[in-house]
């Protein structure tokens, strides 16, 4: 079967680093997303890989191999704003969104 | 964990008809349901809240009667694009929200690729 896993839950400090994992296993594969998700708010867009490395964005940089079924997300000098769920979701060879449960991020001062 | 699913996974119809999309929870109830309209952008659109038994609630800029949403049962959403358009192609996502799971969690369904031709 199809199946995407990330963690449910991780902590970090304020102004620290963080690397939220996501391992997938899909029929074929066009693309990674990762979206940001506040609560009660509608997901915001992050990310996209589709080539294997890294995307630098500001303070997020998403990586990507394709050989190894694996993306992560890196967020530097976080700030409490980035508490949030994180979303990780692949573009199967069929276009249909294969979705990571999401992984909340808790920011402690 | 909790599943969502669409149906059907991809359509094509023809300018002037109406697709009618179904959205699924498949192992619980959501009593609040919501569509989404990616762009190529990969940005999420948030279209519609619905809620079961209730009128959906749309967001700015979407018409209402053009993107017609049914939240019949909890476990079963539907939006039909009526009166299709070139312009209505895209990829439209729903989401459940499972009320006995942290507060504000959503499920994703795997979407539904239109193309109006």
Redesign the interface.
């Known amino acids: 079967g199809q199946n995407i896993d990330q963690p449910t839950e991780m902590t970090a400090t304020e102004g620290a680093i963080v690397q939220i994992n996501c391992t997938y296993q899909t029929s074929g594969f066009n693309g990674l997303?990762w979206?940001q998700?506040h609560?009660?708010e509608?997901?915001?867009?992050l990310s996209?890989n589709v080539l294997d490395g890294l995307e630098e964005k500001g303070r997020f940089s998403s990586f990507l191999s394709r050989s190894k079924g694996y993306s992560y997300l890196l967020l530097k000098e976080l700030q409490m704003k980035d508490s949030a769920?994180y979303?990780c979701?692949v573009r199967d060879s069929?276009?249909?969104?294969?979705?990571g449960?999401?992984t909340?991020l808790i920011i402690k001062p | 964990g909790a599943v969502v699913s669409q149906h059907p996974s991809w359509v094509i119809c023809k300018s002037g008809t109406s697709v009618k999309i179904e959205c699924r929870s498949l192992d619980f109830q959501a009593t609040t349901m919501f569509w989404y309209r990616q762009f190529p952008k990969q940005s999420l659109m948030l279209m519609a809240t619905s809620n079961e038994g209730s009128k959906a609630t749309y967001e700015q800029g979407v018409e209402k009667d053009k993107f017609l949403i049914n939240h019949a049962s909890l476990t079963l959403s539907t939006l039909t694009v009526t009166s299709a358009h070139p312009e209505d192609s895209s990829f439209y996502i729903c989401s459940a929200r499972d009320p006995e799971g942290d507060a504000g969690k959503q499920y994703f369904g795997p979407g539904t690729r239109l193309t109006v031709t």
């Open positions: 997303f979206y998700q609560a009660g509608a997901p915001t867009f996209y769920s979303l979701a069929n276009y249909q969104l294969i979705w449960a999401g909340k």
